[in-house]
């Protein structure tokens, strides 16, 4: 791993996160972890089932504490937070996409952004329809503001979740398997909507089996049982 310097954005020292399991028996999801990404980073995280890849990412997110380790993200020591800081802190500064949208069903397309943007507070009140219409025109679905979840496709709610984890303007943007249940033509689209993160200097750390989105990436680490296997700079990303 590269050395710490005051551009890294996501710092983790020797991370490990150990799970309970029944009969009292453990399982080491993590088992020492050490990772710096600077800010405007692109990193695309590869590995099998059960290699760790979405437990590393609930780590930076803080959605889990590591077990042992210490993990800063956006200027903050994790580990030192409570639950109340850390949900103040996640809301303004990470922005997460998860697999299977979870998107707030009986709210509409704009109020699931409205919501995000009512819980932090970063947004000026005044501001925040505009800025939710806004979002929806940047993931092209400006027509699609009023309806509920259920009546847009996989790949219209991945891109409203996609706008939700955008609300607060966050720094870093995670996002689990983004488009492991899209089809390819849907995959390619919101593919390019994450390259146009960097544009605006996002930082990106995406987990993902999908070998098109990784050869995106500025840099791709590949994980296995708990461990970062191979971390490789992909100059072409760059291009």
């Not at 069903?105 to 800025?131: C, H, Q, W, Y």
């Not at 989105?213 to 461990?227: P, T």
Request: charged share 25%; hydrophobic share 45%; net charge positive.
């Amino acid at each position: 791993m590269t050395a710490s310097n005051e551009a890294d954005i996501i710092r983790l020292d020797d991370a490990a996160k150990v799970f309970g399991g029944r009969g009292g028996q453990s399982f080491p999801a993590l088992r020492g972890v050490s990772l710096r990404v600077p800010a405007g980073d692109f990193i695309a995280v590869l590995g099998k089932s059960g290699s760790g890849k979405s437990t590393l990412l609930n780590l930076i997110a803080g959605i889990d504490r590591p077990s042992s380790g210490e993990v800063h993200v956006a200027g903050a020591d994790l580990n030192r937070l409570n639950e109340n800081k850390m949900a103040v802190w996640r809301g303004r500064n990470v922005g997460v996409v998860f697999q299977f949208f979870q998107l707030l069903p009986t709210l509409t397309v704009e109020e699931n952004i409205l919501l995000a943007m009512d819980f932090v507070g970063k947004i000026p009140k005044s501001e925040r329809r505009t800025r939710a219409r806004d979002l929806l025109a940047l993931v092209g679905l400006n027509d699609q503001a009023a309806k509920l979840p259920a009546a847009l496709s996989g790949g219209q709610q991945q891109r409203a979740a996609i706008a939700r984890a955008l609300a607060n303007d966050p720094p870093i943007v995670l996002a689990d398997e983004p488009t492991g249940n899209l089809d390819s033509e849907t995959s390619a689209a919101v593919a390019e909507l994450f390259h146009g993160l960097i544009e605006q200097r996002k930082t990106l750390l995406i987990v993902t089996h999908d070998e098109k989105l990784a050869s995106r990436a500025h840099r791709v680490i590949r994980l296995k049982d708990g461990l970062i296997a191979d971390s490789q700079a992909n100059g072409a990303a760059r291009g």
